[in-house]
């Protein structure tokens, strides 16, 4: 149900901060995770040997992308949700679906980002290293409380809309 409010409640000029923010981010992510793993292939091939690095640069942009990815998902309407059967509820029950959806979704982001960042801190105060380079472990994890709370802030206003829209 595309026309739906509780479904789209933003049209893509509604959003404060834009949604293209967070699409060009994934994307440079996506290009960056190509790009490193593409050159270790071929200096495999050609070499024998392997970039130490594309592991754990790979393996953060990865964790970056999905984060990123999920917070334009829900600016956009376009989470994971299980529709089939919500599309057929009264409008009152798809609201009242839609706020449970927004509440657990905030709940569990909330802990993503108070253990992310417990988690961050402790590596950044016990000075862990990286295993492949040896750099500084918090400034891989850093991001994951950071990218909860742009989540958290993209549920926020989908929520503030559900609750403008109001159950019809």
């Avoid at 050159?39 to 984060?67: C, G, I, K, Q, W």
């Avoid at 999920?70 to 059967?85: C, D, L, P, T, Y």
């Avoid at 905030?106 to 402790?122: E, I, K, N, Q, R």
């Avoid at 472990?137 to 950071?146: A, F, K, M």
Wanted: hydrophobic share 55%.
């Amino acid at each position: 149900m595309p026309d739906d409010p509780i479904q789209r409640p933003h049209t893509p000029d509604r959003h404060r901060v834009p949604v293209a923010l967070e699409q060009a981010l994934a994307a440079a992510a996506m290009a960056l995770i190509c790009v490193i793993s593409f050159a270790n292939v071929v200096v495999r091939y050609f070499t024998n040997v392997s970039f130490a690095f594309t592991e754990e640069f790979s393996v953060f942009l990865l964790v970056f992308m999905t984060f990123v990815g999920a917070s334009a998902a829900f600016a956009k309407a376009e989470h994971i949700r299980i529709g089939v059967f919500v599309e057929k509820l009264p409008p009152r029950f798809r609201f009242a679906a839609e706020a449970l959806s927004l509440l657990a979704t905030t709940f569990v982001f909330s802990f993503v980002l108070y253990y992310g960042a417990l988690f961050a801190l402790d590596q950044w105060r016990y000075e862990e290293t990286s295993p492949g380079l040896g750099y500084p472990q918090w400034i891989y994890s850093v991001w994951l409380p950071i990218l909860a709370g742009a989540i958290l802030l993209r549920v926020l206003g989908r929520g503030v809309a559900l609750i403008r829209k109001g159950p019809r």
